[in-house]
């Protein structure tokens, strides 16, 4: 099986920054794009930023030009840096990859979620 974690969230005023990270584990063959999605409260998950294995990016239009995302393929760890945080952008933010993993002995493509990380961004 393969397994996302991330980590880095937490309590930061309107206008700081804050990096979170994802690292996957477990028997992973291969990890094609990963994602970075959020659930606001009372709201739908959104899609926020998106990174191929060859390093394509995408953003929403809400956190373009504030967040970048990034990977490290060697460490099959993803991050977002967010700057310029506003209080909209108080979620729960989730990794997400396409993953080839090694499951009872054979190949499988996985869809990999992790378990969230609360940011909060306070006025």
């Known amino acids: 099986q393969v397994q996302l974690v991330e980590s880095g969230g937490g309590l930061v005023q309107a206008g700081g920054s804050l990096r979170l990270s994802c690292s996957a584990s477990?028997?992973?063959?291969?990890?094609?794009?990963m994602r970075w999605y959020r659930r606001a409260p009372g709201k739908q998950r959104e899609l926020v930023a998106t990174?191929?294995?060859?390093?394509?990016?995408n953003y929403a239009d809400s956190v373009k030009g504030r967040f970048t995302v990034s990977r490290d393929n060697a460490k099959n760890t993803v991050f977002l840096q967010m700057n310029t945080l506003k209080p909209e952008d108080t979620a729960d933010y989730y990794c997400?990859?396409?993953?080839?993993?090694?499951?009872?002995?054979?190949?499988?493509?996985?869809?990999?979620w992790g378990q969230g990380t609360l940011v909060t961004v306070s006025s």
């Open positions: 997400n990859a396409d993953a080839l993993g090694l499951v009872a002995l054979k190949n499988r493509y996985l869809e990999v």
């Open positions: 477990g028997s992973i063959l291969s990890i094609n794009t």
């Open positions: 990174i191929t294995s060859g390093g394509t990016t």
